[in-house]
């Protein structure tokens, strides 16, 4: 007995067919209780109430571990600054003197 491939009219019958029996099977299946569907949407709210509170709480740490930082930075610049003596501005005839120095010291280096 050889295969015999089916043609258009078979296939679209045995996929209707196949609908059909889907939609059956669906209809038989019974209604979801309501006591049980409210637990499940009472469950899922409890776990997005604490998955909002973790991320909040993570937030806040970020938030507070950013302040100390910044702040343990801002006392170490006030700690080098006081550490530091103040510089002292130079007037223009030292900035020229120092500007032909190095022009004088590159040029040296060419011969």
């Known amino acids: 007995m050889a295969y ?8 679209t019958a045995a996929a209707r067919a196949a609908k059909q029996r889907a939609l059956d099977k669906l209809r038989e299946k019974p209604a979801a209780d309501p006591a049980v569907v409210a637990a499940r949407l ?14 909040a709480e993570r937030q806040r740490a970020i938030a507070e571990a950013k302040a100390a930082k910044a702040e343990a930075a801002a006392q170490a610049a006030e700690a080098k600054a006081a550490a530091e ?3 002292q501005e130079l007037t223009e005839a030292e900035r020229k003197a120092a ?12 011969r």
């Open 85 to 87: 003596p103040p510089k």
């Open 42 to 55: 009472a469950a899922q709210a409890a776990r997005d109430a604490a998955a909002a509170e973790r991320s």
């Open 4 to 11: 015999k491939t089916p043609d258009f009219t078979e296939r």
């Open 99 to 110: 500007r032909d120095a190095r022009y004088a010291a590159r040029k040296a280096r060419k």
